[in-house]
């Protein structure tokens, strides 16, 4: 034993060539994600669209799939088309409309140009295309989404601003017609979501109608004011078309039990009697530290 | 057993100051001692390097999960909090009461219980998933939080605990200065700087008595407030097994015990492995800390009993259900051999002269350190997966726990650290106070001031 040891001492290079082996071979690089270099993955594009106030926006999520789990793929260029894949054709305005990159969640989000509408203007479903292609590590992959010209009108009762009515429409050669026997959603926004409200499973009638009453005692911002959102989901084509609105409000929000002093406040908001003890103890006690740092500091000159 | 020979001169009292200079002054590594800071810096190197990989992917290369929030990081922060208690315990405790035999045992329990509170630091760094954001802590922290609490008094503990080290080595600093001229230049510029321009005069000895003296107090408030706050960290939490009134005095007890563990174990190497130092650290130490051992172990045996056997008798809803685990499910064999050998086994041994004898009395310290550590691994990780509210709609792998090699080799690393600290120290410092020493046994203070620093 003592003269590997020994042997061992006197060859450096061998001593830095075990502990780069046992390096590597405990690296948790062996348990960490990451798809082998010399073989493609097979990615998964997922398709959404949202359109809000009248902004069509195409979300596109890029994925594979390990061990019953779904990867996000990021910083990967994903091009996309509308109508075909091909280029940019100037008179029939189809073909590529641009390329994004993924986030680290994999996600990307494509908004359409302000003039989109216009050079569209008697087109109302579009079908768009999104596509990776040529990358090194990915496989060649493609993925479609419809995206129908809808549109969501708001409306308030004359004599009451609690009462909402909303109006699903889609767009047609022959114009604006209503959509009946479709479920949509009334929201008020608050801090973190939308309150749904209204009657359980809202059903446009014949003229595309739906409405709800809110709720009178609802607390507002303090702009004296709330959103109002209309949502239907287009369960069909993974899609979301909304409309928000800001209204007057008179009710004020509730007083913020945080701003009080309590142990669940903000730090700013403790109890003056947890405040007064802590500050003191750790007063006393430092005060009592910074003197023995001073006797210390006294024994240097002592010699 | 050696028995204490005091002085009857003032030629006696030199000549017995003149031997422990020579037996006293830090000795070279053989090869043993080596091979020990090889192993060491080995599993350091492998801690720190997946340590740079956590830093790099995130917690993602632990176990951990929303569920199981603190794993072994946090049981590992809990036991090297235990372990610093001992610094108290020791040098205050036994100083405030003016106990005859402790000088050679204090710098031991000192120098234990700064390197495991720099650790407990470091440790709940590790745990932090963006290490970065740590100032945060100090600039937005809430003063009603209990980790905000724990953050402090680590902080005011361990810079009493070093400046219960500093004050005591002094002498030895300028001995170590004075003394050893066949050493390197940065070892002797080292010995110059830490020294604080230390001569040996009677008015940095009075200074150094009444820092002492201060600190004898004030550290032993500081200690119990620290073991104290930690169980809060818990206790506050609305959870089975931590809802509990008792975990103060819970925390402490088992952190006396198990530092005094630690100081007996550090007294056994030092002893085996430093040539004379049996003639310092008897066989009666061993006897005295195998007594206050056992006694730690039944006031620790008493909250234990407390601890577990009232809810054990009502077993009411999900605190049943942890209790179950413990006893008879899945952690039944961790918690009954911790409770065997971390602590009856020790007990029963301690109990009889013989069994307070080095060999014997080692073994069960290391018993009682071994259970320490998966005591703490018993209340941190079976509570977390035990909260009140029902496991629903998450990851089957959040449902479990399991240390990935990762939190094991960068707790190990933490582990290694701290005992390459002692051992650095006990290589380049005296761990035994010669004037401490002297003065135990009888050396006048005057002849201490007049012929400490002499050669023979």
Redesign the interface.
Known sequence: MTTFFKYLKSKRSLQLMLALGLFFFLSPRAYADKPAAAEKTSPTIKLSYKIHNGVKTVKVAVSYKEEKKFIPVGNIIVNLYLGEVKKFDKVSNDGWMGNLVTDDEGECVFMFPDNFNTLKANVHSFNFIASIGSDPKYEDTQEEITVNDMFIKLAFAKDSLTTVNAKLCKMQDSGMVPVPETEMKLLVKRAFGALPFGEDNLTTDADGLVSGVLPADLPGNANKSITIMARYEDQENDGIVEVSQDIPWNILPRENKLSQRTLWSSGHNAPVILVVVTVSLIILIWGTISYLVILLLRIRKQR | MKEIIKPVNEQEAIEMLHRYNEDLLPQKFG?AGK?WVTILC?VI??GL??YF??LK?GL??TGLSDTVSWGIYISNFVFFVAVSLVGSLITAILNLLNVSWRAPITRISEIIAVSGIMFAGLIIIVDMGRPDRILNMFL?????SPIV?DV?VVM?YM??SL?FL??PL?PGIAFCRDRMTNIPKWQHKMYKILS????N?K??YE??V??IK??SV?IIP?ALSIHTVTSWLFATTYRPGWDSTNFGAYFVAGAFMVGAAAVIAGMFIIRKFYNRYDEYITDKHFDRMGRMLVLLSFVYLYFTVNEYFIPGYKMKGDEGEHLKELFVGHYAPMFWMVQIFGMIIPILVLLFPKGRKPVPIFIMAVFVIIGAWFKRYLIVIPTMLHPFLPLQQIPEASKHYSA???EW?ITGASLAGALLVITLFIRYFPIISIWELAEERGVPHDTIYEHLNEKE
């Open positions: 090869m091979l080995l190197a492998i390097y997946n990989w956590q992917l993602t290369v937005h922290g809430r003063i009603q609490w402090i005011t810079t009493i400046l500093i004050f002094l604080f321009g230390w001569t005069k008015a940095q200074i150094v009444k820092a201060i600190l004030l500081v990935t090699f990762a080799s």
